[in-house]
């Protein structure tokens, strides 16, 4: 997570579009356990199994 944080700051930085695919554990991978949740700028949660696993670098709150 840390390394996929950096790259998302250097592309910003840079004025790159950055996408990055994200690994949680995922106890159910259909989204019902809400156990792969990943934090974003919007106050909201995403999950990892349903919404992603690729999410815009800039949405995510690291």
Do not use: T
């Not at 790159?16 to 356990?33: D, R, Y």
Request: proline content about 2%; charged content about 30%; some cysteine.
């Amino acid at each position: 997570m840390e390394m996929l944080k950096e790259i998302a700051r250097i592309a910003k930085s840079h004025r790159i579009f950055c996408q990055v695919s994200l690994e949680e554990h995922m106890a159910c991978g259909v989204g019902a356990c809400q156990g792969c949740v990943v934090r974003m700028k919007k106050n909201e949660y995403k999950r990892v199994c349903k919404d992603g696993p690729v999410f815009n670098s800039e949405e995510i709150a690291w």
